[in-house]
């Protein structure tokens, strides 16, 4: 393994163990429940928007540390930041883990998780909390 690699590796096990924005938003705009079947990963997302922003993200899980990892990356990632953003970084989150593209710089931390793609059966837990994020934006748009 090389020392990114391990560096990556490490990054996925702090986040899995010590999770970001963990817990329920009570005044969330949209809760949505994702589950992975195959691997057992569940995850909840609250959103809270204000001005076109996602003012708070918070998200309740557990499952493989590739799952809640990702979740807890993301919440970090898209606290604060515009729908557009959102929707931006979704698109890039994305095409690395499934498309296999080489990971965007925008994803910080998130590059961690690019090996996923060659895991075909780790990409589901990997984008379980995106699907949920863009489900949330849809919803978000309906109302
Ligand atoms: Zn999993």
Redesign the pocket.
């Known amino acids: 393994m090389s020392l990114l690699e391990e560096l990556y590796r490490e990054a996925i096990m702090l986040h899995a163990k010590n999770p970001r924005n963990f817990g329920e938003l009570a005044d969330a705009d949209v809760v949505i429940e994702g589950r992975?079947t195959s691997?057992?990963?569940e995850i909840t997302l609250y959103l809270k928007e204000e001005g076109g922003r996602l003012a708070d993200v918070a998200f309740r899980g557990h499952?493989?540390a590739?799952?809640q990892s990702s979740a807890s990356m993301m919440t970090e990632l898209v606290k604060g930041r515009s729908i557009e953003e959102v929707r931006d970084l979704i698109g890039k989150f994305k095409a690395m883990v499934v498309e296999g593209q080489p990971p965007a710089p925008e994803l910080g931390d998130l590059r961690a998780l690019e090996g996923t793609a060659r895991l075909h059966s780790?990409v589901?837990?990997a984008t379980?909390a995106w699907n949920a994020l863009e489900e949330a934006l849809l919803k978000l748009e309906g109302k």
Do not use: A, F, P, Y
């Open positions: 992975n691997c057992g990963d499952g493989c590739i799952s780790r589901k837990c379980l």
